[in-house]
């Protein structure tokens, strides 16, 4: 590629600052030898940039850490909890809970909601169409909701007869196929997203699951965090594991270690936190 | 103690506190006492500011410790957390306090993204402004041109330059594309350069 001027402006900041590799460096001064326009840039950048220097900051305070770890057992809430503070973290407004405790009953409705689509795959034109999907959307809600729900039970029942739970949830979801907890492997895919993400899981665990129930931890009460100022209070607001953000439009749904399954709608500040974190339910603030 | 050896990454430290590890915990705010510091005295423009935001943000880390999706990265994740709180502060203070900013304020406010070119700014500039400051007046004079800038602007230029996050880490951190980043940053550096001229050429005459 040619090294021109403009390509001299378009890295000029990474050069002057020092991020360039080396072989972008070196074109870069193949150029400006021979550059001089080019090379007045580049000095009057560097003046600027050394004048960025000049901006000093005064070190932290001595006790910053310990201030704040006092604050966090001060606010006295476990990792996951609501925490009652203005403002609201990560300046964002807790999700809104659409429907909770999804109950056995409801996988009728979710039998019928798979009919619906089926019916509508026939019928797929004209001003429909927006309806259908909408209704397409609403089934793999429920369906989704089904099948964390049974995967709850499951994993519920496999604790119960073996006292702890695998360490992965690839551990988990042989364990369970193998012994009969459950039958069918799409349960662990995401109807609306049946490909899985990059790395194949459309249900990818949380860090508790891996934590809490894979190091077993969690094979008693609640009362097993006793002392330890990070452990959380109440296993069963924990959650095991629920859908990627992408896998429904605007809602996602999560199983906590309760059994609970629950549908959270998704504001468009929680689709960008949720590259790192699963969004915050049940009332979490 | 079990702390934080180097060799620790920042995503197994986090791991361990929330599998209930106090020691990790404390491994971490240790690890990002520096440097989130600085972050935050840089952007809220007060050191007091700072610490409060320091602390609601690991208090915001802690809250959400059994949120963190195991693949993530912890970086990115906690300047995207101070940098959501320290946008909020700045709101309910509404008007931040005049440091000096005069110049450019005259010049009426506007979008981190439509700022002047940096190439035509270094070409425009007749003399190198801070060459003729003494240091205090220097280190001043930045400090207000940088805290002049439009807040998202302050923010690219913060992370970049002084934090050292790369480009596609401040893209994440300020969830806005790539492209917009490095305009944001290089417009952000010309309007830098722009307000130290034009104040040193305004300065009152000794
Ligand atoms: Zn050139
Ligand atoms: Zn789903
Ligand atoms: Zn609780």
């Known amino acids: 590629m040619e090294f021109d001027c403009d390509r001299l402006a378009d890295i000029l900041l990474d050069l002057a600052t020092g991020r360039l590799g080396s072989a972008d460096r070196r074109a870069?001064?193949?150029?400006?030898?021979?550059?001089p326009s080019c090379a007045e840039r580049v000095r009057?950048?560097?003046d600027v940039i050394a004048g960025l220097d000049a901006w000093e900051v005064p070190a932290p305070p001595e006790d910053l850490v310990e201030r704040t770890l006092a604050a966090v057992e001060g606010a006295g809430v476990s990792p996951g909890e609501r925490r009652r503070r203005a403002p609201s973290p990560m300046g964002i407004r807790p999700p809104t809970v659409a429907r909770v405790r999804w109950g056995w009953r409801t996988g009728l409705r979710a039998a019928a909601a798979a009919a619906i689509v089926f019916a509508c795959a026939l019928q797929l034109s004209g001003d429909f169409v927006p309806r259908i999907q909408e209704r397409i959307e609403d089934a793999q809600l429920?369906?989704?909701?089904?099948?964390?729900?049974?995967?709850?039970?499951?994993?519920?029942?496999?604790?119960?007869?073996?006292?702890?739970?695998?360490?992965?949830?690839?551990?988990?979801?042989a364990a369970l196929l193998k012994e009969g907890y459950v039958t069918d492997p799409g349960i662990f895919r995401c109807p609306a997203h049946a490909d899985g993400g990059e790395d194949g899981m459309s249900y990818p665990p949380y860090t508790s699951y891996m934590d809490l129930l894979g190091m077993g931890r969690a094979s008693g009460e609640a009362s097993s965090g006793g002392g330890r100022a990070t452990a959380p209070g109440h296993l069963g607001d924990c959650p095991v594991l629920g859908d990627r953000p992408g896998n429904h439009a605007g809602h996602m749904q999560v199983l906590y270690l309760s059994g609970v399954v629950e549908t959270i709608e998704l504001d468009a500040l929680?689709?960008?936190m949720a590259?790192?974190?699963?969004?915050?339910?049940?009332?979490g603030g | 103690m079990t702390v934080a050896e180097p060799a620790t990454c920042d995503e197994e430290?986090?791991?361990?506190?929330?599998?209930?590890d106090p020691d990790a915990f404390r491994g971490l705010v240790e690890r990002y006492r520096g440097p989130l510091f600085r972050f935050l005295v840089r952007c809220a423009g007060d050191a007091h500011r700072a610490e409060d935001l320091f602390q609601e943000t690991f208090l915001s880390v802690h809250a959400n410790l059994l949120r963190f999706r195991p693949a993530a990265r912890f970086r990115p994740w906690v300047y995207t957390i101070a940098v959501n709180l320290a946008r909020d502060e700045a709101r309910r203070r509404r008007v931040r306090p005049d440091l000096g900013g005069a110049v450019s304020r005259m010049r009426g406010a506007g979008s981190a993204e439509d700022g002047p070119d940096l190439v035509a700014t270094l070409e425009g500039a007749e003399v190198d402004p801070l060459e003729a400051m003494e240091a205090a007046e220097r280190a001043e004079r930045v400090r207000a041109a940088v805290d002049d800038l439009p807040e998202k602007g302050r923010e690219a230029v913060i992370l970049y330059y002084y934090e050292g996050l790369r480009y596609h880490e401040i893209a994440e951190v300020t969830s806005v594309p790539l492209g917009t980043v490095k305009s944001r940053i290089h417009n952000a550096m010309a309007r830098v350069m722009e307000t130290l001229t034009q104040s040193l050429a305004l300065r009152p005459v000794e």
């Open chain 2, 13 to 20: 430290l986090l791991r361990r506190s929330a599998g209930g």
């Open chain 1, 270 to 272: 929680h689709v960008s």
């Open chain 1, 28 to 35: 870069a001064e193949t150029h400006l030898a021979t550059c």
């Open chain 1, 275 to 283: 590259a790192w974190t699963y969004p915050r339910t049940r009332g």
């Open chain 1, 44 to 46: 009057r950048c560097h």
């Open chain 1, 142 to 173: 429920e369906l989704c909701a089904q099948q964390l729900s049974r995967l709850g039970v499951a994993l519920h029942a496999y604790r119960r007869d073996h006292g702890e739970v695998p360490a992965s949830l690839e551990d988990l979801m």
